[in-house]
């Protein structure tokens, strides 16, 4: 059974830091890229970053580079997302999936599959 787990949300300031993990099973990483999106109250749901571990590559949307940096370890399955000085406007729930690609012209929610529960990342001013 493939599952995908986001976590590692909380509430931090303005300026502040998270790491958010998606841990996955049921399926290989050198098959698959990771995509994070998020979903902001009232808005909806957008792509963030995503990796491709097979030929170590990855993306991010222009409003979270410099800031975010993905990664992954592919022993234990999981890929991190590392949220350097968040904004509020980084304020969503975020989520993990699975897909075929990884590039501006793919991260798109209708492209990917296997959605975990989200994980709630607040940042106050």
């Known amino acids: 059974e493939v599952q995908l787990q986001a976590s590692g949300g909380g509430k931090v300031q303005a300026g502040g830091s998270l790491r958010l993990s998606c841990s996955a099973s049921?399926?290989?990483?050198?098959?698959?890229?990771i995509g994070w999106f998020r979903q902001a109250p009232g808005k909806e749901r957008e792509g963030v970053s995503c990796?491709?571990?097979?030929?170590?590559?990855?993306y991010y949307v222009d409003s979270v580079k410099g800031r975010f940096t993905i990664s992954s370890d592919n022993a234990k399955n999981t890929v991190y997302l590392q949220m350097n000085s968040l904004k509020p406007e980084d304020t969503a729930v975020y989520y993990c999936?699975?897909?075929?690609?990884?590039?501006?012209?793919?991260?798109?929610?209708?492209?990917?599959?296997?959605w975990g529960q989200g994980t709630l990342v607040t940042v106050s001013s």
């Open positions: 990796i491709d571990t097979s030929i170590d590559d990855s």
């Open positions: 999936a699975r897909g075929r690609a990884c590039s501006m012209f793919y991260l798109f929610p209708l492209k990917y599959e296997d």
């Open positions: 049921g399926f290989s990483f050198d098959d698959y890229t």
